[in-house]
């Protein structure tokens, strides 16, 4: 069981540019989460997939970010014109059907944006 | 508005005990876990409690009191390698889980 995988594990972008961030559950967790910690605002939920489809993301920026999940085995948050605001390490989790509680973290990506 | 409270910081010495709280007001319940999360590293899954009272898990436990929004993680026989971020996270209504900003435990010989 390789855990959660994400990548890439760094990403440096410039302002105005798009960052693809790319997520691998568990082998049989339907459920994946997404989130971004940072040090002021702490652990804050993005969107959250249920065999992959959208259940909520109401914790998403409607303007610039979106999520998929176009198959159980990975998914994207894909940041559009990012800016230096959201630099954060983004963290992708996923847990067992009807065990949201117990959630499974990757290793995060830090995105920098200069 | 949904809120998860922690104190940021909270220190201990080793061989003792620590309790670390936590205190929501949601618009809804379904359950709180806690994690433990290592400086650089992933956030890593503790405990659950969804109903009151204590919940005896051997070094971690947890105690819940429903009608006070009121949670503690108990940490007992310290060690210097329990120094570490714990996160309160609460299943609200839906699916959503609000997590609170975390209380750095720092365990001193």
């Known amino acids: 069981n390789a855990g959660v995988i994400q990548t890439p594990r760094h990403k440096v972008t410039g302002k105005g540019q798009e960052a693809t961030l790319w997520c691998e559950p568990i082998?049989?967790?339907?459920?994946v989460f997404w989130y971004r910690q940072t040090i002021v605002q702490g652990l804050e939920f993005l969107t959250y997939?249920?065999?992959?489809?959208?259940?909520?993301d109401s914790g998403m920026p409607k303007e610039r970010f979106s999520a998929q999940m176009p198959n159980q085995s990975h998914s994207t948050l894909k940041i559009q014109s990012t800016q230096p605001q959201d630099s954060a390490v983004y963290l992708c989790?996923?847990?067992?059907?009807?065990?949201?509680?117990?959630?499974?973290f990757g290793p995060g990506t830090r995105l920098t944006v200069l | 508005g949904q809120g998860v409270e922690q104190p940021a910081k909270l220190m201990s010495v080793e061989g003792t005990f620590a309790r670390v709280n936590c205190t929501y007001s949601t618009s809804g319940f379904n359950g709180l876990s806690w994690y433990q999360q290592r400086e650089g590293q992933a956030p890593v899954f503790l405990s659950y409690v969804v109903l009151d009272g204590l919940k005896d898990s051997g070094h971690f436990s947890t105690f819940l009191s429903r009608s006070n929004g009121y949670s503690y993680l108990l940490l007992t026989e310290l060690q210097i390698k329990d120094s570490a971020s714990y996160l309160c996270?609460?299943?609200?209504?839906?699916?959503?889980?609000?997590f609170g900003s975390g209380t750095r435990l720092l365990v001193s010989p």
């Open positions: 996270a609460v299943r609200a209504g839906g699916y959503k889980v609000v």
């Open positions: 997939f249920r065999n992959q489809a959208p259940i909520d």
């Open positions: 082998s049989g967790h339907s459920a």
């Open positions: 989790a996923s847990s067992l059907p009807g065990l949201g509680y117990e959630q499974y």
